[in-house]
């Protein structure tokens, strides 16, 4: 009889989605057996059980959707090597408020200062609290649109780049951009502008970007939308990359690059 009644129990809980609790049945019926939970305190340990399982899977398949290139977090991030990184605004930005608002967030900062990291580190925390990531570099979203434009896809590009409602661009302005491709970015941005987040990060100056886009119209158009509602990180600093050849005496003490 018991043994129908569970087979029954199983059955209603893999129809309620409840698979976590269903799979580990006999350990929490065996558990419940030994400990005697009160009524509440049994069904809060379940529901607790299915709701953190859910979260889990959750969080691993919106990390795999998006395509972060490495794993890096923020615990992982040593802020003490880097004093100018405003960590309180950090701790903000982990908590994916800002993606609610639409607001952006810009990552400013020579090379091996960590912007990569601390885009990864707070795609993965925004994907923690529940918001659809993706993860590009400039050089690949850029590349993606040109060719979507070839092919007379463009439209059907934007909407896959609109949609996630935190847009990671790592990199913008490594490379100078064709007038014709800055003006694509600057479609991207118009379409996602007060819409859906963009975390940018980039090596020029704000004053550089005319240069990057090759063109002063598209640049300021560019940066009149994102900087509107946004965050500023401003690193400063010393290579993370190259700090363990400083110590070994590899390179002088003045601040260096790649
Ligand atoms: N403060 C830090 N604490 C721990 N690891 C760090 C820190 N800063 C950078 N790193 C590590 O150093 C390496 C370089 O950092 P990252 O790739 O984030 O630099 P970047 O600013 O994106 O540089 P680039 O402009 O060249 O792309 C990475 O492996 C990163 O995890
Ligand atoms: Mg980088």
Redesign the pocket.
């Known amino acids: 009889m018991t043994e129908i009644v569970r087979a029954g129990v199983e059955e209603r809980l893999m129809k309620l989605r409840l698979g976590a609790v269903a799979q580990r049945l006999d350990g929490i019926l065996s558990q419940a057996a030994r400990t005697e939970p009160t009524f509440l305190d049994f069904l809060d340990q379940i529901l607790t059980e299915e709701t953190e399982a859910k979260q889990k899977k959750r969080v691993a398949m919106g990390i795999q959707i998006a395509h972060f290139p490495?794993v890096?977090t923020l615990e992982?991030?040593?802020?003490k090597?880097?004093p100018s990184i405003d960590h309180k605004l950090v701790r903000e930005l982990a908590t994916g408020r800002f993606i609610a608002g639409a607001e952006n967030v810009l990552m400013f900062?020579?090379?091996?200062?960590?912007?990569?990291?601390?885009?990864i580190a707070l795609g993965r925390a925004a994907v923690e609290a529940g918001h659809s990531v993706l993860f590009v570099t400039a050089t690949s979203l850029l590349a993606a649109l040109s060719r979507a434009q070839v092919e007379g896809k463009l439209a059907d590009q934007i909407a896959f780049y609109a949609k996630p409602k935190l847009l990671v661009v790592?990199?913008l302005g490594?490379l100078p951009l064709e007038k014709q491709t800055a003006h694509l970015f600057f479609q991207l941005v118009s379409r996602r502008y007060e819409r859906g987040s963009m975390l940018i990060?980039t090596?020029q100056t704000i004053t550089q970007w005319g240069h990057v886009f090759g063109d002063e119209m598209i640049a300021s158009a560019v940066l009149d939308r994102v900087l509107h509602h946004s965050h500023v990180l401003v690193?400063q600093g010393d290579?993370?990359?190259l700090r363990q050849k400083k110590r070994a005496g590899l390179l002088g003490s003045n601040k260096t690059n790649?």
């Open positions: 490495a890096k992982e991030f040593d802020f090597f880097q900062g020579p090379p091996g200062v960590g912007k990569t990291h601390l885009a790592d990199e490594y990060t090596n690193i290579s993370f990359r790649h």
